[in-house]
């Protein structure tokens, strides 16, 4: 039976949806069609910002690693190869499906990751959440693997330094190479510029292709800055990023 509780969260649900369409520059709601992304290994999701037609869906080819998640964790250990060891409560691996085609890498835990030991569990965590699960149609869980370039919180969530980036960055190398994603997500500059070995202007180059070792890697801005700067225009920018990773997971 539903109750009125149910029927008062259920109002708070449509109107942050309608909310975000709005801030994405959306005039009317977008007509919701039933995508495959090409993986049997995911459920299909509900795709809100633009359809495909069946025939232009493609299979994956099977994933040919016998590298696992859980041999990159075990190899990690008790980390104490760099100096973030010495204030954190937690290591911070990473979440979501250990056989995701999407994979999206941050920077570093933050208090809330540091105490739970899962990624984006803060504010910028649910900002993440609401971009994939309300802007993407995905479930975060299901459909994505979330990590970051550290697995331990930098002192007063300043970016990781260059000595710990150079420490934690195999075990990144190796989650990737697990996962063999179909995409990669870099948020923000510091998983930018590690991924491409090299220093990224975020601003100039968010919204943009490149690859890591072969795998499609889109640009775009942390969550964190979305909280800080939260303007229509860099929502947008968001938004449209995120509408050319849903395509290219389709192609």
Same mark, same amino acid.
């Given at each position: 039976?539903?109750? =009125?509780?149910?029927?008062?969260? =259920?109002?708070? @649900?449509?109107?942050?949806?309608?909310?975000?369409?709005?801030?994405? #520059?959306? @005039?009317?709601?977008?007509?919701?069609?039933?995508? $495959?992304?090409?993986?049997?290994?995911?459920?299909? +999701?509900?795709?809100?910002?633009?359809?495909?037609?069946?025939?232009?869906?493609? =299979? !994956?080819?099977?994933?040919?690693?016998?590298?696992?998640?859980?041999?990159?964790?075990?190899?990690?250990?008790?980390?104490?190869?760099?100096?973030?060891?010495? #204030?954190?409560?937690?290591?911070?691996?990473?979440?979501?499906? +250990?056989?995701?085609?999407?994979?999206?890498?941050?920077?570093?835990?933050?208090?809330?990751?540091?105490?739970?030991?899962?990624?984006?569990?803060?504010?910028? %965590?649910?900002?993440?959440?609401?971009?994939?699960?309300?802007? !993407?149609?995905?479930?975060?869980?299901?459909?994505?693997?979330?990590?970051? &370039?550290?697995?331990?919180?930098? +002192?007063?969530?300043?970016?990781?330094?260059?000595?710990? &980036?150079?420490?934690?960055?195999?075990?990144? &190398?190796?989650?990737?190479?697990?996962?063999?994603?179909?995409?990669?997500?870099?948020?923000?500059?510091?998983? =930018?510029?590690?991924?491409?070995?090299? $220093?990224?202007?975020?601003?100039?180059? *968010? %919204?943009?292709?490149?690859?890591?070792?072969? &795998?499609?890697? !889109?640009?775009?801005?942390?969550?964190?800055?979305?909280?800080?700067?939260?303007?229509?225009?860099? *929502?947008?920018?968001?938004?449209?990023? !995120?509408?050319?990773?849903?395509? *290219?997971?389709? @192609?």
């Amino acid at each position: 039976m539903t109750t =009125a509780k149910d029927g008062i969260s =259920a109002l708070r @649900s449509l109107k942050n949806y309608l909310i975000f369409l709005k801030d994405a #520059g959306y @005039s009317e709601i977008p007509l919701e069609t039933k995508w $495959n992304p090409g993986s049997s290994r995911q459920r299909t +999701p509900t795709q809100t910002l633009e359809s495909s037609p069946p025939s232009s869906r493609k =299979a !994956m080819p099977p994933k040919t690693s016998n590298l696992t998640l859980d041999d990159v964790k075990k190899e990690l250990g008790e980390c104490t190869r760099c100096k973030l060891c010495e #204030g954190r409560n937690t290591i911070v691996f990473g979440s979501g499906n +250990p056989n995701a085609d999407l994979v999206f890498v941050g920077e570093g835990p933050g208090a809330d990751e540091d105490a739970q030991g899962l990624p984006f569990v803060g504010r910028a %965590g649910q900002k993440l959440t609401d971009i994939i699960e309300k802007g !993407m149609g995905l479930n975060r869980q299901e459909d994505t693997y979330i990590c970051n &370039i550290v697995k331990c919180r930098p +002192p007063g969530n300043r970016d990781p330094e260059k000595d710990e &980036i150079e420490a934690c960055k195999p075990f990144l &190398i190796k989650q990737i190479n697990a996962i063999q994603p179909k995409v990669l997500v870099a948020l923000g500059k510091p998983s =930018a510029s590690t991924l491409l070995g090299r $220093n990224v202007a975020i601003t100039k180059e *968010r %919204g943009t292709w490149h690859e890591f070792q072969g &795998i499609p890697l !889109m640009l775009t801005f942390h969550p964190a800055y979305l909280l800080r700067a939260y303007t229509l225009e860099n *929502r947008q920018a968001v938004f449209s990023d !995120m509408k050319q990773v849903l395509a *290219r997971l389709k @192609s």
